[in-house]
T-cell receptor, first 113, second 114 residues
């Protein structure tokens, strides 16, 4: 299993500012995934983050808006840049353990005002 | 592009009832299918994972079935309890080679009344 610590758990931010979300895992993992869950909707993959390489973004998501860092095998950050109210969502990081079972952080509930 | 659909969107039942949640997917070439539970402020918890070669998996009061040919899965919850109240999500892996992320359904929000 894997234990994921995600910070902050929630935040209220002013439009035009940026927020960096941290994801810490208690074991080394190859891939980390960032998802967004907009109000009343399901999870949508933002990007896949591998250590030592640039993140791979899904259609509709760009690096300038959602820059991702992956400095080592246990940590990643997602930044939501130049925020607008439409960015209000829950952001979740996820990893797979050695048994290919996915684990999720508790999520970051972001409200942009 | 894989699309995952869940019905019903919401369900309210009295305690003790048996219930079935439905999940359908458009591309039957999946490696596996998973059911998750989402509680507010607590992220997602994996409930059951069914490999493509399997037809069902059981864990306690939960039983998940998979019919790849018809693109369907069901989650059966026996003798429901108020603690089962949560949103239930099904998900399948992205089919692109090397990408192990998931495509999620929209979820079923379950309320079990005491």
């Amino acid at each position: 299993s894997a234990v994921i610590s995600q910070k902050p758990s929630r935040d209220i931010c002013q439009r035009g500012t940026s927020l960096t979300i941290q994801c810490q895992v208690d074991s080394q993992v190859t891939m980390m995934f960032w998802y967004r869950q907009q109000p009343g909707q399901s999870l949508t993959l933002i990007a896949t983050a591998n250590q030592g390489s640039e993140a791979t973004y899904e259609s509709g998501f760009v690096i300038d808006k959602f820059p991702i860092s992956r400095p080592n095998l246990t940590f990643s950050t997602l930044t939501v840049s130049n925020m607008s109210p439409e960015d209000s969502s829950i952001y979740l990081c996820s990893v797979e353990d050695s048994g290919q079972v996915p684990f999720f952080g508790q999520g970051t509930r972001l409200t942009v005002v | 592009k894989q699309e995952v659909t869940q019905i019903p969107a919401a369900l309210s039942v009295p305690e003790g009832e048996n219930l079935v949640l439905n999940c359908s997917f458009t591309d039957s070439a999946i490696y596996n299918l998973q059911w998750f539970r989402q509680d507010p402020g607590k992220g997602l918890t994996s409930l059951l994972l069914i490999q493509s070669s399997q037809r069902e998996q059981t864990s306690g009061r939960l039983n998940a079935s998979l019919d790849k040919s018809s693109g369907r899965s069901t989650l059966y919850i026996a003798a429901s309890q108020p603690g089962d109240s949560a949103t239930y999500l099904c998900a399948v892996p992205l089919m692109d080679t090397g990408r192990r992320a998931l495509t999620f359904g929209s979820g079923t929000r379950l309320q079990v009344q005491p």
